[in-house]
Antibody, heavy 120, light 108 residues
Framework: EVQLLQSGGVVIQPGESLRLSCAAS????????THWVRQAPGKGLEWVSL????????DYADSVKGRFTISRDNSKSSVYLQMNSLRSEDTALYYC?????????????WGNGTRVTVSS | DIVLTQSPGTLSLSPGDRATLSCRAS???????LAWYQQKPGQAPRLLIS???RRATGIPDRFSGSGSGADFTLTISRLEPEDFAVYYC?????????FGPGTKVEIK
């Protein structure tokens, strides 16, 4: 079964850092672009970042550029999101999602999400 | 960045009705790289359509996508009870991926 398993939720203070992880199983992880997408409480979907299958290219939404860093370890079938200088507006459910085995940046499998709450 | 606008914001329909959801882009979407997702409360989104009109694996044929350029449509031919949900469009014509704000399809 194709799965994306995400780390548990956390409450963190503004200005602090956090690393999210997402572990893949059931498919060839090193063939697929991987994304992070977030959803603030009661709001819509916001794309955050992507990294290509070989890790050679990544990109970020303007709202997180310079604060968040995406990475992957294909030997562990995992993708990570390092989140620095967190703000209250980063509070959201963070999904990891994978794309198809090509450079098409849609998402065909989603994890269940990690809830991040930034609050003092 | 390409901004996506979805209309209507809410669609109130009955089971068996036809649903027509619109997604308009602020500029032409490269290669019609437009996807649609369904999200139910408490669940992750599910891919319905990619490439504007290609149904994902396992998606019933009552769901269809159409359109090109900057104007796209998701049609649900006959609403089933499980189709009441929020639907998002997403463009992936550039690496700066963007989502629309969503259309909620609710039971009338």
């Amino acid at each position: 079964e194709v799965q994306l398993l995400q780390s548990g939720g956390v409450v963190i203070q503004p200005g602090e850092s956090l690393r999210l992880s997402c572990a893949a199983s059931g498919f060839t992880f090193n063939a697929d672009t991987t994304h992070w997408v977030r959803q603030a409480p009661g709001k819509g979907l916001e794309w955050v970042s992507l990294i290509t299958a070989d890790g050679s290219f990544s990109d970020y939404a303007d709202s997180v550029k310079g604060r968040f860093t995406i990475s992957r370890d294909n030997s562990k079938s995992s993708v990570y999101l390092q989140m620095n200088s967190l703000r209250s507006e980063d509070t959201a459910l963070y999904y990891c999602a994978k794309g198809p085995p090509s450079y098409s940046y849609y998402m065909d499998v989603w994890g269940n999400g990690t809830r991040v709450t930034v609050s003092s | 960045d390409i901004v996506l606008t979805q209309s209507p914001g809410t669609l109130s329909l009955s089971p068996g009705d036809r649903a027509t959801l619109s997604c308009r882009a602020s500029q032409s979407v490269n290669n019609n790289y437009l996807a649609w997702y369904q999200q139910k409360p408490g669940q992750a989104p599910r891919l319905l359509i990619s490439g504007a009109s290609r149904r994902a694996t396992g998606i019933p044929d009552r769901f269809s996508g159409s359109g090109s350029g900057a104007d796209f449509t998701l049609t649900i031919s006959r609403l089933e009870p499980e189709d009441f949900a929020v639907y998002y469009c997403q463009q992936y014509g550039s690496s700066l991926v963007t989502f629309g704000p969503g259309t909620k399809v609710e039971i009338k």
